[in-house]
């Protein structure tokens, strides 16, 4: 796994219902990656799924997306590496055709060139996604498995710098980065990075070898989070830790702020926005899921309409309603806004609408 959920790059010209069109769907055009990261979801190895969408399916799922109407997606391919897809560069030129945005979130490998990072950006891609998981070579090598890849990523950095392309950075919290944190973000700092997400684990895949902050600690870390955010030169946001929504809301009310500046707040953007609302998720055999860390299928893109899914699917449908979560989430008065992460609700209690235990509020509402 390379990236986790990769902000859309563009401001909000049309209102978006997540109920009807997600804001990005990550596509994972291939298992295939050289890496060996101790968090991959995606089981990462080095050859391709033999059943893996070909190019002509490839291209037939692409040509489904425009029926969202407008606005459209962002379509953020992802692995694996989607590098090692050799007609990479067509479906990137096929996706522009159909007026699709399209961002990538690339392994830090060899094969990741200023060269590569040129023809991206020539090809049309919007957004970049890199993770860095350490602030130094041997803490950022140690999770990722490979030496050599926390200096390759920041070269990376640096030539997305040059090369003024809108870049994504993504953080591994967990009990072996959480103390590392706030060296990344002043390692970050002069780069001109566009966002940094703040991954909070779960033991996906081979997730299972690193530990979860506890929930006292991870609210610890979400308070130091917003508090940077106030200052920091780039966005800084939360994936699978929702909880941070009620965080940054109770901090800005403490501050005083109006519903209406809290509503211009970047923080405010991903209200509402959740596994299976707002994301989806297509793996490299086509299976449709709520999100790469929600491994449920509810259709496959080689049989079924990707719209129809996530609009009509039982599964996207409940995602969509927080009147269906169950346990403290489902009677929370934060429910529309944070919903709590489904997908570790669901590694939890073994359905996507149980209760997100990373959360210590406890609910005003009955």
């Known amino acids: 796994m ?6 859309h790059t563009h401001g909000h010209s049309v209102p978006r219902d997540f109920a009807q069109t997600p804001l990005n769907i990550y596509w994972e055009m291939t298992q295939a990656c050289a890496l060996a990261c101790r ?15 070909n190019h002509e399916e490839s291209l ?59 023809k991206l950006k020539k090809h049309g891609v919007e957004g970049l996604g890199l993770s860095l998981d350490g602030s130094t070579a041997e803490r950022h090598d140690s999770i990722r498995g490979v030496p050599g890849t926390f200096e390759k990523t920041m070269a990376a950095i640096r030539w997305a710098q040059e090369l003024e392309m809108p870049l994504q950075v993504n953080t591994l919290v967990a009990e072996e980065t959480a103390s590392d944190i706030p060296a990344i973000y002043e390692l ?17 895949g081979r997730g299972k070898v690193l530990q979860p902050l506890s929930v006292e600690e991870g609210e610890k870390l979400m308070a130091w989070i917003f508090e940077t955010s106030r200052q920091a030169p780039f966005t800084v946001a939360t994936t699978e830790a929702p909880a941070y929504r009620r965080v940054a809301l109770e901090r800005m009310r403490e501050q005083g702020m109006s519903g209406e500046q809290i509503k211009r707040t970047p923080t405010s953007r ?41 609009r009509n699917s039982e599964l996207f449908k409940s995602l969509h309603d927080p009147a269906q979560f169950e346990g403290r989430c489902g009677v929370c008065e934060y429910r529309v806004i944070c919903g709590g992460s489904r997908a570790r609700a669901f590694d939890a209690t073994g359905t996507p609408l149980g209760s997100d235990p990373f959360c210590t509020y406890e609910p005003h509402s009955n």
């Open 60 to 118: 037939r799922f692409l040509s489904q997306l425009p029926e969202f109407g407008n606005p459209m997606p962002q379509l953020i391919l992802t692995g694996g590496d989607p590098l090692a897809r050799a007609d990479l560069y067509d479906i990137i030129d096929e996706a522009r055709r159909l007026n699709i945005g399209v961002s990538i979130t690339p392994a830090a490998t060899s094969a990741l060139t200023r060269e590569v990072l040129e």
């Open 39 to 53: 968090h991959c979801r995606a089981e990462a190895v080095p050859l391709a799924h033999p059943h893996e969408l």
């Open 188 to 204: 970050l700092k002069p780069y001109g990075v566009t966002r940094w997400s703040l991954f909070f684990l779960i033991s996906v």
């Open 2 to 7: 390379t990236g986790s959920h990769m902000g």
């Open 270 to 310: 991903g209200f509402g926005i959740r596994d299976g609302h707002g994301i989806m998720f297509v793996s490299n055999t086509g299976d449709i899921c709520p999100a790469g860390f929600l491994p449920l299928v509810a259709g496959n893109v080689k049989k079924d309409r990707v719209v129809d899914i996530y």
